[in-house]
């Protein structure tokens, strides 16, 4: 059974500019959740979503939007990139939700703004 | 919101050596709690997970107990390898995975 699935593995954007992610879950799994890594703030939860619906959402910026297709696939948005938007950003599926439900994670996108 | 305190931040052993990594938390309601493992260069794997209605659990090496009256959790890792050394991250759930930020262990050979 094939893992979760991120892509692009690196990005390079200059201040400004928008990006969009991408994150495949395992086949059958519903909910998504994405994650910001940095070296001083650790993992932080950015928004899940669950059957096409936003179901929880972390204390971050408008700037930060995501999307859930039919097939449960995601794709997270950042707007107006600033220097600090540089980090390592994960996604991680689960087959109803975090809630009591082990969350198994991707190998992340490794975002740079210059 | 959940807060998650996680000690020591590094963590230094001899091979054989146990490792103890520990946890607090601040929402009685929290009620899942993980522990990932991350290596460089990968997102973080789940090593075990316990649930409020338990208060130990074990798989081989590795071993998680609960206190929820202390609102405390613990990974404890015995006979350590040189493959152990990662960063390890608790967690605490009600709706939503909140980290601690993160152990680094390394096992000397």
């Known amino acids: 059974k094939a893992g979760v699935t991120q892509t692009p593995r690196y990005l390079i954007k200059t201040r400004g500019q928008q990006v969009t992610l991408s994150c495949s879950p395992i086949?059958?799994?519903?909910?998504v959740s994405w994650y910001q890594q940095t070296p001083g703030q650790g993992l932080q939860f950015l928004f899940e979503?669950?059957?096409?619906?936003?179901?929880n959402k972390g204390n971050f910026p408008g700037r930060f939007s995501g999307r859930q297709f039919s097939n449960s696939r995601s794709e997270m948005n950042v707007s107006t990139l600033e220097l600090g938007d540089s980090a390592l950003y994960l996604c991680?599926?689960?087959?109803?939700?975090?809630?009591?439900?082990?969350?198994?994670f991707g190998q992340g996108t490794r975002l740079t703004v210059v | 919101g959940e807060n998650v305190e996680q000690h020591p931040s590094t963590l230094s052993v001899q091979e054989g050596d146990s490792a103890v990594i520990k946890c607090t938390y601040s929402d009685s309601a929290s009620n899942y709690f993980p522990w990932y493992k991350q290596e460089l260069g990968k997102g973080p794997q789940l090593i075990i997970d316990i649930r409020s209605n338990v208060g130990e659990k074990k798989d081989q090496r590795i071993a998680v107990t609960l206190n929820k009256t202390a609102k405390h959790f613990s990974l404890h890792i015995t006979e350590t390898q040189p493959e152990d050394s990662a960063v390890y991250f608790c967690a605490a759930s009600i709706s939503t995975l909140t980290f601690g930020k993160g152990t680094m262990l390394l096992v000397s050979p």
């Open positions: 086949s059958g799994h519903r909910s």
């Open positions: 991680a599926s689960s087959p109803q939700g975090a809630e009591n439900t082990e969350a198994f």
């Open positions: 979503y669950f059957s096409e619906t936003q179901r």
